[in-house]
C-alpha cells in the first residue's frame, strides 16, 4: 500500500468514506489529521459498510375512515322552540305571582276610612 502522503486529496477523502469516518473537504490545514485518522483506522482494520447513495424515510400517517350514512327517509322535524320554559307556564306563573302580590298588599292595608274623610 502506497503511503497516504502520495495520495491526493479526492482518493483521501474516499478512503476516509470507505472507513466510516467523518470529514470535510482535504486541504492543507486538515490532511495531517486526516491522515492520522486514516492510520488508525488502517491499524484497526475495520472498514465502514458502504453506505447507500439515498436515504429512505418512513413516513406514519394516521388513516382516516370516513362512512356516510344517508338518511333516505328523513322527516323534518318541528323547530324546535329556544325557550326553556314554555310561554303558557311563564304566563300562569306571572298571573299567580301577581295575585300573591294583590293578595298581600290587600291585607296589610287597614279598612278603616281616615279621620278626615267621611
Known amino acids: 500500500m502506497s503511503s497516504l502522503s502520495d495520495k ?3 482518493e483521501i477523502s474516499d478512503l476516509l468514506d470507505e472507513y466510516g469516518i467523518k470529514h470535510g473537504p482535504v486541504v ?3 490532511r495531517n489529521l486526516y ?12 472498514r465502514a459498510k458502504p453506505s447507500p447513495d439515498k436515504t429512505y424515510y418512513r413516513e406514519e400517517g ?3 375512515i370516513f362512512i356516510y350514512v344517508s338518511n333516505l327517509s328523513h322527516v323534518p322535524d318541528a323547530p324546535k322552540s329556544s325557550r326553556l320554559i314554555p310561554l303558557w307556564v311563564q304566563f300562569v306563573f306571572f298571573l299567580a305571582v301577581a ?4 293578595l298581600v298588599f290587600s291585607t296589610m292595608e287597614t279598612n278603616e276610612t281616615p279621620k278626615g274623610i267621611k
Not at 491522515?35 to 475495520?46: D, S
Open 28 to 30: 492543507e490545514s486538515t
Open 99 to 102: 295575585v300573591f302580590l294583590y
Open 62 to 64: 394516521a388513516i382516516h
Open 8 to 10: 491526493s486529496a479526492q
Open 35 to 46: 491522515e492520522k485518522k486514516l492510520k488508525e483506522a488502517m491499524a484497526k482494520g475495520k
